[in-house]
T-cell receptor, first 113, second 114 residues
Framework: EDKVVQSPLSLVVHEGDTVTLNCSYEVTNFRSLLWYKQEKKAPTFLFMLTSSGIEKKSGRLSSILDKKELSSILNITATQTGDSAIYLCAVSLNAGNNRKLIWGLGTSLAVNP | GAGVSQSPSNKVTEKGKDVELRCDPISGHTALYWYRQSLGQGLEFLIYFQGNSAPDKSGLPSDRFSAERTGGSVSTLTIQRTQQEDSAVYLC????????????FGDGTRLSIL
């Protein structure tokens, strides 16, 4: 059965800390891995990773995929209270017409002032 | 529209009633997805539309759940004879068809069954 596992489930840090969130997957026919940030409502798209070893970066956030280890990390440097959210990882499969994503349960990040 | 729009944002109804949730995807997006998110749980896939057809309905939890999409745009998710376990946030996402595109989500409908 296809699955995506995120760790830790929750994390509490202080402003200015650096955090690393993990996502590992066991799927048939991997296509890409996506990271989303969910605050109060809609998950918002952060990164899509398809190739190993190529870092994607947006401001203080960066992510990289390791297809040999079947995992990805999301790094947030110099955290701010606005980074508090649930970070969701999902894997897209190559499965014909099926574009469904397999989702992890998320990491709940709380950044305290 | 600029983003995925869902309505209503909140719905409270009595057990046994039928509800209809609406999703208006990003203009031009051909693929549309419905998910359910319960408190403390991940996103549960319900159904996927490509245009007006639904190649994958595998996530619909029971025959009380149905969805349709007309004109390749707006979709409605209908839950008949609601049960308390149907209480959740129902999220809709859309993506441009073809290729490997990220899904863009609406703000969801928070459904509470009394």
């Amino acid at each position: 059965e296809d699955k995506v596992v995120q760790s830790p489930l929750s994390l509490v840090v202080h402003e200015g800390d650096t955090v690393t969130l993990n996502c590992s997957y066991e799927v048939t026919n991997f296509r890409s891995l996506l990271w989303y940030k969910q605050e109060k409502k809609a998950p918002t798209f952060l990164f899509m990773l398809t190739s190993s070893g190529i870092e994607k970066k947006s401001g203080r956030l960066s992510s990289i995929l390791d297809k040999k280890e079947l995992s990805s990390i999301l790094n947030i440097t110099a955290t701010q209270t606005g980074d508090s959210a649930i970070y969701l990882c999902a894997v897209s499969l190559n499965a014909g017409n099926n574009r469904k994503l397999i989702w992890g349960l998320g990491t709940s990040l709380a950044v305290n002032p | 529209g600029a983003g995925v729009s869902q309505s209503p944002s909140n719905k409270v109804t009595e057990k046994g009633k039928d509800v209809e949730l609406r999703c208006d995807p990003i203009s031009g997006h051909t693929a549309l997805y419905w998910y359910r998110q319960s408190l403390g749980q991940g996103l549960e896939f319900l159904i996927y539309f490509q245009g007006n057809s639904a190649p994958d309905k595998s996530g619909l939890p029971s025959d009380r759940f149905s969805a349709e999409r007309t004109g390749g745009s707006v979709s409605t998710l209908t839950i008949q004879r609601t049960q308390q376990e149907d209480s959740a946030v129902y999220l809709c996402a859309s993506t441009a068809g073809g290729g490997n595109q990220p899904q863009h989500f609406g703000d969801g409908t928070r459904l509470s069954i009394l």
